[in-house]
């Protein structure tokens, strides 16, 4: 039961923090060799054959789930699915009870989501098994972090000296953290534009430049990452309404046309249109986001063949079902 160390990133993938600017690009590339499987006739290869994934998501996915799903099913794992409503979580079981009776049936990786910050690290602290975060409280989401830099990459090429800026609910976004660390690992320079309530005290501290108005934020990037309004996290008092939210901070077309580059529009999704973003942005020539969600399952391949030990240079032999 116990794992080997996986060379590339260790027993877990818990944030883009504590990775290198090697382990990154190494998962980037890794990605990279895996996106031609999802265009096979024959969706699948046997490099996780025989291994078996939990995925335990304690709140509310479709995009992340999922996508997880596709990446373990095209590397030939099993896969088991809960989450709190039809478990004994529901019941009163504490997190680590539930994982420990999870591995005692054998179990090789867990990829968890919970709505408190460092839940997967108390979890990979205390289980043997491999631990994939997909996203804690307000702490991180790194693969969403990850997709968010190959889907720059694809299309602005390397990352050194990129200005890209995080627009939007920045104090309630684990995306956010994801994409500053990874983004300033490899190079690139961060700015982040909100309204005041919505940005951290100390962001900062962060390493990022801080815009107070979208157009100035517009001038300056070359890629925007437009963040959803998360209303469920809001207790009111962040926003006047919503209306006003888009009149002065909305990625609208006009906005975006006066933009003195060709810029790139990302968001993680779920949209709220016609307010952070209006559709004929995010259905617009410079939007990336449905790249996003196909690199969503290549990045999450490449974390899960990376976990159990695969080797960065083997993943094109991995493909053909090769040496992992």
Same mark, same amino acid.
């Given at each position: 039961?116990?794992?080997?160390?996986?060379?590339?990133?260790?027993?877990?993938?818990?944030?883009?923090?504590?990775?290198?600017?090697?382990?990154?690009?190494?998962?980037?590339?890794?990605?990279?060799?895996?996106?031609?499987?999802?265009?096979?006739?024959?969706?699948?290869?046997?490099?996780?054959?025989?291994?078996?994934?939990?995925?335990?998501?304690?709140?509310?996915?479709?995009?992340?789930?999922?996508?997880?799903?596709?990446?373990?099913?095209?590397?030939?794992?099993?896969?088991?699915?809960?989450?709190?409503?039809?478990?004994?979580?529901?019941?009163?079981?504490?997190?680590?009870?539930?994982?420990?009776?999870?591995?005692?049936?054998?179990?090789?990786?867990?990829?968890?989501?919970?709505?408190?910050?460092?839940?997967?690290?108390?979890?990979?602290?205390?289980?043997?098994?491999?631990?994939?975060?997909?996203?804690?409280?307000?702490?991180? &989401?790194?693969?969403?972090?990850?997709?968010?830099?190959?889907?720059?990459?694809?299309?602005?090429?390397?990352?050194?000296?990129?200005?890209?800026?995080?627009?939007?609910?920045?104090?309630?976004?684990?995306?956010?953290?994801?994409?500053?660390?990874?983004?300033?690992?490899?190079?690139?320079?961060?700015?982040?534009?909100?309204?005041?309530?919505?940005?951290?005290?100390?962001?900062?501290?962060?390493?990022?430049?801080?815009?107070?108005?979208?157009?100035?934020?517009?001038?300056?990037?070359?890629?925007?990452?437009?963040?959803?309004?998360?209303?469920?996290?809001?207790?009111?008092?962040?926003?006047?309404?919503?209306?006003?939210?888009? =009149?002065?901070?909305?990625?609208?077309?006009? =906005?975006?046309?006066?933009?003195?580059?060709?810029?790139?529009?990302?968001?993680?999704?779920?949209?709220?249109?016609?307010?952070?973003?209006?559709?004929?942005?995010?259905?617009?020539?410079?939007?990336?986001?449905?790249?996003?969600?196909?690199?969503?399952?290549?990045?999450?391949?490449?974390?899960?063949?990376?976990?159990?030990?695969?080797?960065?240079? &083997?993943?094109?032999?991995?493909?053909?079902?090769?040496?992992?």
């Amino acid at each position: 039961m116990a794992h080997a160390n996986a060379p590339y990133l260790g027993k877990d993938l818990l944030g883009l923090e504590e990775l290198s600017r090697e382990q990154i690009g190494a998962i980037l590339d890794t990605a990279e060799a895996f996106k031609e499987i999802s265009n096979r006739p024959i969706k699948k290869v046997p490099v996780l054959r025989g291994k078996t994934i939990v995925n335990a998501f304690f709140e509310n996915s479709t995009r992340t789930r999922v996508s997880f799903e596709f990446a373990q099913k095209r590397l030939s794992a099993d896969t088991v699915n809960i989450s709190s409503t039809g478990s004994s979580v529901a019941k009163g079981e504490t997190l680590v009870d539930t994982a420990r009776n999870l591995e005692a049936m054998n179990i090789d990786m867990v990829v968890i989501r919970h709505g408190a910050s460092g839940s997967a690290r108390f979890l990979a602290e205390r289980i043997a098994s491999n631990v994939v975060n997909a996203g804690d409280g307000k702490h991180e &989401h790194p693969t969403q972090g990850l997709l968010d830099l190959l889907t720059i990459r694809d299309h602005r090429g390397p990352l050194q000296g990129l200005r890209v800026c995080i627009c939007g609910d920045v104090l309630h976004s684990r995306v956010a953290r994801s994409n500053i660390h990874g983004l300033r690992t490899m190079g690139a320079e961060v700015g982040v534009c909100g309204p005041l309530t919505l940005l951290p005290r100390d962001v900062q501290t962060l390493g990022v430049t801080v815009f107070r108005r979208i157009e100035e934020a517009i001038e300056w990037a070359d890629v925007l990452n437009v963040l959803r309004l998360q209303l469920e996290r809001m207790k009111g008092g962040f926003i006047p309404s919503l209306r006003e939210y888009n =009149r002065v901070f909305g990625v609208t077309r006009e =906005r975006v046309e006066r933009a003195p580059r060709d810029i790139l529009i990302l968001h993680p999704g779920p949209m709220n249109r016609g307010v952070e973003i209006d559709s004929d942005v995010a259905d617009g020539p410079h939007s990336v986001i449905l790249q996003q969600v196909t690199n969503g399952v290549a990045v999450r391949m490449a974390v899960l063949y990376l976990l159990a030990g695969g080797v960065p240079d &083997h993943a094109e032999a991995a493909k053909t079902g090769g040496e992992s």
